[in-house]
C-alpha cells in the first residue's frame, strides 16, 4: 500500500511525462480495440453467412491430396487434373452422422462445372451471337428436401421457383442468366431450355439439356456464388459421370480377356479381324436383327445409370457451435476405425479462398498492431529511462535511508503498472464509443472485395468482448515490458553518487 501511494504521488509531480506516457497508451489502446472489434465483428458475419446460408458447420469429403471446398479443387497446377472425391459409403457415413446427438441438420451436395448455353437460341434473338449466348457457371448438385431444410432463406429468387424433389431442371444464378441475356436485361425465363456441357479427364464429354426453373440471387453476395447455379443431383452426377459403371469394377471371364488380350485397335475397327464387312442387301436386314447384332444391352444400361448414392460432400449443422471440435474428432475418429477414407473439417474449408482471405486479413491486422505496440514501448520505456535519470537524486536518498533494491523495482513497477491501467482503460472506454457510433451509422462496403470482408454490404461494428481481454492483457505486457530496462538503471544508482549529484 506504501508503494502504491509513493507510485502515486511521483505519478502525480511528474504530470507531463504521465500524461505523455498515458496518451501514448490510450491512443495504442483505442486503436486495438476499435479495429479487433471490427475485425471480430466482420469474422462472425461471415461466419454466420457461411454457416446459415452455404456451408453449415462441417463438411465431410473424400480424401484427396489437395485442399477440397465446395467450389472444387483448391490447389496448384496439378489441381486442375484432379476430380472432387466422392464420399465413400456414403450410407454408413449418414447414418453415423445423423445417429450423433449433437447434429441437427445434414445437407448432400455435389460439385460441377459445365459451359451453359440456351438451347435453340438463335430462335430467341436474332440480333446476338451464339457466342454472347455461352458461358460458365458452377453447380451445386442437390436433394431439394435436403437443401431447403438446412439453408431455408439463402436466397431470393428473381423469376421462377424452387426445384421440386425428384424434378430435373436449373436455378440459374442472375449473373449467369444475364451473361446468357448478352446484357442486363433478363430475356429469359422460366421454361426455357439450356445445355450444359462438362469435359474432365475422368467421365469424358457429357451434354444434359435441362429447363430453367428459376433465377436467383444469394443474398450475402459472393464473387464466387455469383458464378454458381443450382442443379438437380441426377444432372450433375451426369455431367460428372457419376454412374454406377464408375464405381464398379469390369471383370472379363478367361475366354473374354484372352480376346481383347490378342486383338488391336486395326482388328476392332476393320483390320479383318472382329468386324466383317456386311453387305446391307444381303440377309433382309432390318432394325431389329441390327440391334441383335449388340447382344443383350440390359446390362449395360443398368450400369449407364446415375449413382443414386454419389456425393461430395456432406454438410452437417450442429445444435451448439461450441460441440463443432467435438463433433470433426468424433467423425473422424469414426472414418480411422472403420477404413473409410473421408474426412471432417470445418467450414473455413467448405468456404475456400473467401474465407481464408478474412482470416489472413485478420492475422497481417493483429501483426501490425503488434508493429505499434512493440513501438509504444519502447516510447514509453524512453520515457520512464528519462523520468527515472531525472530522479536520481531522490532514489540515492531513498537507498541511502535503507530502501532496498525490491523497493525501489516495485516502486517503479507500480508507476508503470499505474499509468497503464487507468490509460488503458481510458482507451478502451474511448474505443467504445467510437465503435458505438460506428455501430449507428454503420459502414458501408465500398466494393464486392470488402462485401466479403465485412461479411455484407454494411459493417456494424460492436465491442467484442475478446477485444476488451486482449487489450488489458496489453496493458499489462506494455507496463511490465516497459519498466524492466528503468528499474535496471535505477538499481545501479549507488546511494553515495546519488547524494553527492543532489549536493
Known amino acids: ?21 498515458g496518451s501514448i497508451i490510450a491512443v495504442g489502446i483505442m486503436v486495438l480495440v476499435i479495429g479487433n472489434s471490427m475485425m471480430d465483428t466482420a469474422t462472425s458475419g461471415i461466419r ?3 454457416w446459415d446460408n452455404y456451408t453449415g458447420h462441417i463438411i465431410i469429403t473424400g480424401i484427396s491430396r489437395s485442399k477440397v471446398t465446395l467450389f472444387g479443387i483448391e490447389g496448384g497446377p496439378s489441381a486442375m487434373n484432379e476430380t472432387v472425391p466422392r464420399i465413400p459409403k456414403y ?39 451464339d457466342d454472347k449466348r455461352k458461358t460458365f457457371t458452377q453447380l451445386f448438385g442437390i436433394d431439394p428436401d435436403y437443401y431447403r431444410k438446412m439453408f431455408p432463406g439463402n436466397l431470393d429468387l428473381v423469376a421462377g421457383r424452387f426445384l421440386k424433389k425428384g424434378e430435373g431442371g436449373i436455378l440459374l444464378s442472375e449473373r449467369i442468366a444475364k451473361r446468357l441475356s448478352g446484357g442486363d ?71 473374354e480377356a484372352s480376346l481383347l488380350g490378342n486383338v488391336g485397335d486395326e482388328e476392332l475397327f476393320g483390320g479383318g479381324g472382329i468386324v466383317e464387312n456386311v453387305n446391307p442387301d444381303e440377309g433382309n436386314l432390318n432394325e431389329k436383327k441390327l440391334l441383335n447384332i449388340l447382344g443383350d444391352t440390359s446390362k449395360r444400361k443398368e450400369l449407364a445409370k446415375t449413382d443414386s448414392g454419389a456425393w461430395h460432400f ?47 486479413i485478420k492475422l497481417i491486422f493483429n501483426i501490425v498492431i503488434l508493429i505499434i505496440a512493440i513501438v509504444a514501448i519502447i516510447i514509453i520505456m524512453n520515457t520512464i529511462v528519462i523520468s527515472v535519470t531525472e530522479r536520481i537524486s531522490e532514489i540515492g536518498t531513498m537507498r541511502a535511508i535503507g530502501a532496498q533494491k525490491s523497493f525501489v523495482r516495485r516502486m517503479i513497477m507500480a508507476e508503470t503498472t499505474m499509468i497503464s491501467l487507468v490509460f488503458g482503460a481510458i482507451g478502451i472506454v474511448l474505443g467504445a464509443l467510437v465503435l458505438a457510433f460506428l455501430n449507428l451509422r454503420g459502414i458501408p462496403a465500398p466494393n464486392i472485395f470488402f462485401e466479403v470482408i465485412f461479411g455484407g454490404k454494411v459493417l456494424h461494428p460492436i465491442l467484442s468482448l475478446s477485444s476488451v481481454v486482449g487489450s488489458l492483457v496489453v496493458v499489462v505486457i506494455i507496463g511490465v515490458v516497459a519498466s524492466l530496462y528503468p528499474v535496471a538503471i535505477a538499481l545501479k544508482i549507488q546511494p553515495v553518487q546519488a547524494m553527492q549529484r543532489a549536493a
Open 48 to 50: 454466420k453467412a457461411y
Open 91 to 129: 450410407e454408413d457415413v449418414y447414418k453415423f452422422v445423423t445417429s450423433l446427438p449433437e447434429v441437427d441438420k445434414v445437407n448432400p451436395q455435389a460439385y460441377g462445372m459445365a459451359i451453359i448455353n440456351l438451347s435453340g437460341s438463335e430462335d430467341k434473338s436474332e440480333d446476338k451471337s
Open 1 to 21: 500500500m506504501v508503494i502504491l501511494k509513493i507510485a502515486f504521488r511521483n505519478l502525480k509531480e511528474h504530470k507531463s511525462k504521465t500524461l505523455i506516457v
Open 314 to 360: 456432406l454438410l452437417v449443422k450442429v445444435k451448439n457451435t461450441r460441440s463443432i471440435n467435438r463433433v470433426i474428432k468424433k467423425l473422424n475418429d469414426y472414418f480411422r476405425q472403420n477404413e473409410i477414407e473421408a474426412r471432417a473439417t470445418d467450414w473455413i474449408d467448405a468456404a475456400g479462398m473467401t474465407a481464408s482471405l478474412a482470416n489472413n
Open 185 to 255: 436485361e433478363l430475356d429469359i425465363s422460366p421454361g426455357d431450355k439450356v445445355l450444359l456441357t462438362s469435359m474432365n479427364d475422368f467421365s469424358g464429354m457429357k451434354i444434359r439439356e435441362v429447363p430453367v426453373v428459376g433465377i436467383f440471387r444469394f443474398k450475402t453476395e459472393d464473387p464466387v456464388l455469383s458464378y454458381v447455379s443450382i442443379a438437380d443431383i441426377d444432372t450433375v452426377r451426369a455431367l460428372n459421370g457419376m454412374t454406377v459403371t464408375s464405381k464398379e469394377e469390369i471383370k472379363l471371364n478367361g475366354e
